[in-house]
């Protein structure tokens, strides 16, 4: 019963800030002075791919499976292919290492699949190989020498021309795709320290020659070196359109993949079913809060109701969480966070149920009160740490092997119960204190309580 005031204080000022992220896509704190923004960030809502449709594509190693793989080169791979497909405009993304040899991506709302599908699939190895004094024709396969000498039968009159590959695209530190003067479009890209002079020796020695750029073994474009290049930076010239330029310059600008990737599965989840999802998830959600919420009032009455008031701002909390963090929500992420409502609830039933025991034993409503929070308490605890424990092990799972369903289910679960632990000790007990506070001594109807 003390600092009733701090407490009605405290919770005002979270539900405040609750119901300010709740309501907003984007929170800011502005400069009173000048209007210049301190501090932004955005609070939209995330949507899994279940309910806002979109790509998941299953991605193993193109490797022998006698072929040792290390925990860095999947996490090194999944790194640079988060940021091809981020650089693609698909900002949501989700990719994790499943097992040793997979990595799963989701792609909420993903607008074109077949252009991540081929971004993905590409290991983005950039050679610049010296073609001589004969170029090749766009999308001829070749053989090089790039990982070294290639041995070859020089009697064998079908055996494969090896070319000299003069620098990979490991040099390259940024590329840009671009319109040249004559509306075409292009790639421009700029050297690091070493590959300027690689380039620059190279352009210097072979004017008037062909320069191959060659992406995975497939020539992409035979410029003629007209004269020496030693500024460090240059254009890649072919039959692009904007989309090929930008994922070709996607796939310079974050290096090659460490090993090989082939996609083994795919599926495209349409927007419509994700948002029927969606709707029957809310529908449902409501359904079985209102019931719950109808049984706490009509069972418990005063306290069941003061519970349910407590439910709503946990609600309000829960969500702003989720917003801020941010969480993407899956259907099994509203499963979880529905689970923990529950485990929000129980508590509050646990305490209501010790607190009828001590007033049917003859205590006055206050001291009932309190013994039901003190004696209570130990089961709250028990079964939430149980609960805790049991979404990390969840967590663990899903992160290690791909599992997005069951990790996203595992956080929500994690932070409602956190959540509901702070309704139900502060919020439900600071409302059932003020009510409390308010009754005179002798005054009391223990009807109000469900007796």
Same mark, same amino acid.
């Given at each position: 019963?003390?600092?009733?005031?701090?407490?009605?204080?405290?919770?005002?000022?979270?539900?405040?800030?609750?119901? &300010?992220?709740?309501? %907003?896509?984007?929170?800011?704190?502005?400069?009173? =002075?000048?209007?210049?923004?301190? &501090?932004?960030?955005?609070?939209?809502?995330? /949507?899994?791919?279940?309910?806002?449709?979109? /790509?998941?594509?299953?991605?193993?190693?193109?490797?022998?499976?006698?072929?040792?793989?290390?925990?860095?080169?999947?996490?090194?791979?999944?790194l640079i292919l988060e940021n091809r497909?981020?650089?693609?405009?698909?900002?949501?993304?989700?990719?994790?290492?499943?097992? %040793?040899?997979? !990595?799963?991506?989701?792609?909420? $709302?993903?607008?074109?699949?077949?252009?991540?599908?081929?971004?993905?699939?590409?290991?983005?190895?950039?050679?610049?190989?010296?073609?001589?004094?004969?170029?090749?024709l766009e999308g001829t396969r070749i053989?090089?020498?790039?990982?070294?000498?290639?041995?070859?039968?020089?009697?064998?009159?079908? #055996?494969?021309?090896?070319?000299?590959?003069?620098?990979?695209?490991?040099?390259?530190?940024?590329?840009?795709?671009?319109?040249?003067?004559?509306?075409?479009?292009?790639?421009?890209?700029?050297?690091?320290?070493?590959?300027?002079?690689?380039?620059?020796?190279?352009?210097?020695?072979?004017?008037?020659?062909?320069?191959?750029?060659?992406?995975? +073994?497939?020539?992409?474009?035979?410029?003629?070196?007209?004269?020496?290049?030693?500024?460090?930076?240059?254009?890649?010239?072919?039959?692009?359109?904007?989309?090929?330029?930008?994922?070709?310059?996607?796939?310079?600008?974050?290096?090659?993949?460490?090993?090989?990737?082939?996609?083994?599965?795919?599926?495209?989840?349409?927007?419509?079913?994700?948002?029927?999802?969606?709707?029957?998830?809310?529908?449902?959600?409501?359904?079985? !809060?209102?019931?719950? =919420?109808?049984?706490?009032?009509?069972?418990?009455?005063?306290?069941?109701?003061?519970?349910?008031?407590?439910?709503?701002?946990?609600?309000?909390?829960?969500?702003?969480?989720?917003?801020?963090?941010?969480?993407?929500?899956?259907?099994?992420?509203?499963?979880?966070?529905?689970? %923990?409502?529950?485990?929000?609830?129980? #508590?509050?039933?646990?305490?209501?149920?010790?607190? +009828?025991?001590?007033?049917?034993?003859?205590?006055?409503?206050?001291?009932?009160?309190?013994? $039901? &929070?003190?004696?209570?308490?130990? %089961?709250?605890?028990?079964?939430?740490?149980?609960? /805790?424990?049991?979404?990390?092990?969840?967590?663990?799972?899903?992160?290690?092997?791909?599992?997005?369903?069951? +990790?996203?289910?595992?956080?929500?679960? #994690?932070?409602?119960?956190?959540?509901?632990?702070?309704?139900?000790?502060? !919020?439900?007990?600071?409302?059932?204190?003020?009510? !409390?506070?308010?009754? +005179?001594?002798?005054?009391?109807? /223990?009807?109000?309580?469900?007796?």
């Amino acid at each position: 019963m003390r600092n009733l005031t701090t407490r009605l204080i405290f919770i005002a000022l979270i539900l405040a800030l609750a119901l &300010w992220i709740d309501l %907003s896509q984007e929170i800011r704190i502005a400069n009173p =002075f000048n209007d210049e923004v301190l &501090w932004r960030r955005e609070v939209s809502p995330k /949507l899994g791919l279940d309910l806002r449709g979109g /790509l998941q594509v299953v991605l193993e190693a193109d490797l022998p499976e006698s072929t040792p793989i290390s925990r860095e080169q999947m996490e090194t791979a999944r790194l640079i292919l988060e940021n091809r497909t981020n650089a693609l405009g698909v900002n949501e993304s989700i990719l994790q290492v499943a097992g %040793s040899r997979r !990595i799963v991506g989701e792609f909420p $709302g993903v607008a074109d699949p077949d252009q991540v599908r081929a971004t993905l699939g590409q290991t983005g190895r950039l050679e610049f190989v010296d073609f001589g004094p004969t170029p090749l024709l766009e999308g001829t396969r070749i053989v090089t020498d790039v990982d070294g000498p290639v041995e070859t039968d020089p009697n064998d009159p079908n #055996a494969p021309t090896v070319y000299h590959t003069v620098m990979t695209g490991d040099k390259i530190e940024s590329a840009l795709a671009t319109r040249d003067e004559f509306g075409r479009y292009v790639v421009d890209f700029t050297l690091t320290a070493e590959g300027a002079q690689i380039f620059a020796d190279h352009t210097t020695t072979h004017t008037g020659q062909y320069l191959g750029i060659v992406l995975d +073994k497939v020539v992409i474009s035979s410029p003629r070196i007209n004269e020496p290049i030693t500024e460090g930076q240059g254009q890649i010239t072919g039959n692009f359109t904007y989309e090929t330029a930008n994922a070709l310059a996607i796939q310079l600008r974050y290096g090659s993949l460490p090993i090989p990737f082939e996609i083994v599965e795919s599926r495209v989840v349409g927007p419509t079913l994700g948002q029927d999802s969606l709707q029957k998830s809310l529908v449902a959600g409501l359904i079985g !809060i209102t019931i719950v =919420f109808l049984f706490m009032a009509i069972y418990y009455r005063l306290p069941g109701i003061l519970a349910d008031v407590a439910i709503v701002i946990y609600a309000l909390i829960a969500f702003a969480v989720f917003k801020y963090i941010p969480v993407t929500l899956t259907l099994a992420g509203i499963a979880g966070f529905l689970l %923990s409502t529950g485990a929000a609830l129980d #508590a509050n039933i646990l305490i209501f149920e010790r607190m +009828k025991e001590e007033l049917r034993a003859g205590r006055n409503l206050r001291t009932a009160v309190d013994l $039901g &929070w003190s004696r209570a308490w130990s %089961s709250i605890r028990d079964s939430n740490l149980a609960t /805790l424990i049991t979404s990390v092990i969840l967590f663990w799972f899903g992160s290690t092997f791909g599992a997005t369903i069951v +990790k996203g289910f595992a956080l929500t679960l #994690a932070l409602g119960v956190g959540i509901s632990l702070f309704t139900a000790l502060v !919020i439900t007990r600071t409302l059932l204190g003020l009510v !409390i506070h308010s009754i +005179k001594p002798g005054t009391e109807r /223990l009807s109000w309580f469900g007796l």
